[in-house]
């Protein structure tokens, strides 16, 4: 099967820039995942989707970010203004039932805010 | 709130030797437990995981990982380490359908 797909890899943009990132998760996964992982530290979770809706986005910092769910599939994660501490790898995760069978990651999209 | 320890950030060990890192976890109820392994610029794979059972698991790559209820850890094993192992290792728990990581531990292969 496909796995996780995300784009773009790799980011570069100015502080207060916007930007998004975009997930297409594995075919029949309920579940979706954003996370950010910080050079040098374990993935963070921002934000979980059920089908096309919020479970979960305590951990989103909601004055600059927002994630959505295009019809229960694809996810978008945007984030505007960008600050230099938003400099992280975003991976997009997906599970069908991640209790029993775990979690699906993708690549990964690398920011870097100058 | 579930929350993962790994107590060493970083680990050197030379090639043939055995690997043991280290993950305690902090949950109310029976766990389900993950552990990743990440190389520089890829992302997440699945080692292995504990859901019920055989508290001894195996894994790919021959790693293994046992999960000690009384200790609230679950330490990732290899008997003999191999060059291509260096990366980082992340231990995870999963509760309410999300998972929750620890900080990782980089591995270190001396030739």
């Known amino acids: 099967e496909a796995g996780v797909a995300q784009s773009p890899r790799y980011k570069i943009i100015e502080k207060r820039q916007s930007v998004a990132f975009w997930c297409n998760p594995i075919?029949?996964?309920?579940?979706l995942y954003w996370y950010q992982q910080i050079l040098g530290q374990g993935p963070k979770l921002l934000i979980q989707f059920q089908n096309n809706g919020v479970v979960d986005d305590s951990q989103l910092p909601k004055d600059r970010f927002s994630a959505e769910r295009l019809k229960g599939v694809d996810s978008t994660l945007k984030i505007q203004p960008a600050k230099l501490e938003d400099s992280a790898v975003y991976l997009c995760?997906?599970?069908?039932?991640?209790?029993?069978?775990?979690?699906?990651f993708g690549s990964g999209t690398r920011l870097t805010v100058v | 709130a579930q929350s993962v320890t790994q107590p060493d950030i970083h680990i050197t060990v030379s090639e043939g030797a055995s690997l043991e890192l280290r993950c305690n976890y902090s949950y109310g109820a029976t766990p389900y437990l993950f552990w990743y392994v990440q190389s520089p610029g890829q992302g997440l794979q699945l080692l292995l995981k504990?859901?019920?059972?055989?508290?001894l698991v195996q894994g790919i790559k021959g790693f293994e990982a046992e999960f000690k209820r009384s200790q609230s850890s679950f330490n990732l094993r290899k008997p003999s380490v191999h060059w291509s192992d260096a990366a980082e290792y992340f231990c995870a728990v999963g509760a309410n359908n999300m998972l929750t990581f620890g900080g990782g531990t980089r591995l270190m292969v001396k030739p």
């Open positions: 075919s029949g996964h309920a579940t």
């Open positions: 504990y859901f019920s059972g055989d508290t």
């Open positions: 995760a997906s599970s069908l039932d991640g209790q029993r069978y775990g979690y699906t």
